[in-house]
């Protein structure tokens, strides 16, 4: 079991780090989420990857480089104050790019990992209109059985999810239970399940999410 954090909100003093275009100019933002063990540096890496002018990327950092301490099959309050905190964090990414002009419908959310969890779950319980949400190895937060009784409708949001079918951190039943949770919400989803991957992203993900991109930005 890891050190769980300390304090009500743990990643509320983290930075938010910024690559690609400044917010300011920007027509389009990607929040970028990490994942455990990981940084927003490293993470903001992927968006050279994508070379779409004209966006701002923005990835919270979470403090000790880990969103919440357990797995994300856990009961939920086994990861708080964690958790939470992280589900504000991404919310403030968020806040930073429209409270700079970006509408949401050109905000999409990324998430590897921990940090896909983290997003698949922010856009759940906030669901509306996004530019684009991509889920790359990761699925929705809680125990085999939680409740999905998210409110909102996401509107067409386009949104990928993709992962192995062995992969050691996320049962493929999650994955899939995360697709249709996000269809039930009016996601335009599509799913990729890879044979054998493991726990990575590889080049198919990373050509069909650049397109989603430059989509956002309305290449």
């Given at each position: 079991m890891a050190r769980a954090h300390s304090g009500e909100d743990p990643h509320g003093d983290q930075p938010l780090v910024t690559a690609g275009a400044d917010l300011a100019d920007a027509e389009a933002a990607v929040v970028m989420v990490h994942g455990r063990g990981a940084s927003a540096k490293s993470i903001l890496g992927m968006g050279g990857?994508?070379?779409?002018?004209?966006?701002?990327?923005?990835?919270?950092q979470a403090a000790g480089n880990t969103w919440y301490p357990n797995s994300f099959l856990e009961p939920m309050e086994t990861n708080q104050p964690g958790l939470d905190s992280g589900l504000a964090a991404v919310g403030a990414a968020i806040e930073a790019a429209t409270d700079a002009g970006i509408a949401r419908e050109r905000i999409m959310l990324l998430g590897?990992?921990?940090?896909?969890?983290?997003?698949s779950e922010f856009v759940a319980r906030n669901a509306t209109r996004?530019?684009?949400?991509?889920?790359?190895?990761g699925g929705l937060i809680g125990p085999?059985?939680?409740?999905?009784?998210?409110?909102?409708?996401?509107?067409?949001?386009?949104?990928?999810?993709?992962?192995?079918?062995r992969d050691p951190h996320i049962p493929l039943e999650r994955v899939k239970e995360t697709?249709?949770?996000?269809e039930?919400?009016?996601?335009?989803?599509?799913?990729?399940?890879?044979?054998?991957?493991?726990?990575?992203?590889?080049?198919?993900?990373?050509?069909?999410v650049s397109g989603?991109?430059?989509?956002?930005?309305g290449d």
């Open positions: 990857e994508f070379d779409v002018q004209g966006v701002a990327y923005l990835a919270p590897f990992s921990q940090g896909a969890c983290l997003a996004y530019g684009g949400l991509a889920v790359l190895s085999e059985g939680t409740p999905r009784e998210y409110d909102g409708s996401l509107e067409d949001t386009p949104v990928f999810v993709g992962c192995s079918n697709t249709s949770v996000l039930d919400l009016g996601g335009e989803v599509t799913e990729r399940i890879y044979e054998g991957m493991g726990h990575g992203v590889n080049d198919d993900e990373m050509e069909f989603m991109v430059r989509s956002l930005a």
